[in-house]
């Protein structure tokens, strides 16, 4: 959804009902592409208010960065699991 921009993600907000899933199960899950969009961050408060009014569960995962490189970061260990 990004490309050819590129953008960092954090792997840990995306919803996942399963706790024990891997970062590569994660990444590689198909729903979590079946709804993705981008937002700039201006418009992030008022989607997030559009998303509660309508009992929509949302998640930020990241920001585009421009730099053209696709980065999946792990903030529960900190490590970069992907770096394209």
């Known amino acids: 959804i990004v490309e050819p921009a590129g953008a960092e993600y954090d792997i ?3 919803y996942v009902g399963d706790k024990t899933l891997s970062v590569l199960e994660i990444w590689g899950a198909e729903y979590q592409e079946n709804n ?3 937002i700039r961050p201006e418009d992030e408060a008022v989607f997030k208010e559009i ?6 569960p949302i998640r930020i995962l990241g920001c585009v960065t421009g730099d053209g490189k696709v980065v999946v970061k792990d ?3 900190g490590t970069t699991p992907v770096d394209l």
């Open 51 to 56: 998303a509660d009014r309508e009992n929509c």
């Open 75 to 77: 903030s529960a260990d």
């Open 12 to 14: 840990r907000k995306v």
């Open 36 to 38: 993705a969009l981008l």
